[in-house]
Nanobody
Framework: QVQLVESGGGLVQPGGSLRLSCAAS????????MGWYRQAPGKERELVAV???????KYADSVKDRFTISRDNVKSTVYLQMNSLKPEDTAVYYC??????????WGRGTQVTVSS
């Protein structure tokens, strides 16, 4: 059974930073692309970042140069370092296992709120 458990969300002021973590189990982690999506109130879920098996990455234009996705294959964990946060980054952030560039499994999500 695939399990993805996110952590690290919270309330942060504009310009601040947070690091999200996602611990995966039930999969051969190092053989899977992993991603982060987010959903803001009243909006559709959108891709934030993906990290592929070889370590290459892809980002949404809105987070390029501010967010960094990384993975630790020993810990079966994927991270999302978020810097220079803006109010528009407020959303529930979801971890995914990605197959053929599509999210296949989802975590329950972690809330990120950027507000002064």
């Amino acid at each position: 059974q695939v399990q993805l458990v996110e952590s690290g969300g919270g309330l942060v002021q504009p310009g601040g930073s947070l690091r999200l973590s996602c611990a995966a189990s039930g999969i051969y982690f190092r053989a899977n692309a992993m991603g982060w999506y987010r959903q803001a109130p009243g909006k559709e879920r959108e891709l934030v970042a993906v990290i592929f098996v070889g370590g290459s990455t892809k980002y949404a234009d809105s987070v390029k140069d501010r967010f960094t996705i990384s993975r630790d294959n020993v810990k079966s964990t994927v991270y999302l370092q978020m810097n220079s946060l803006k109010p528009e980054d407020t959303a529930v952030y979801y971890c995914t296992r990605t197959i053929a560039n599509q999210p296949e499994n989802w975590g329950r999500g972690t809330q990120v709120t950027v507000s002064s």
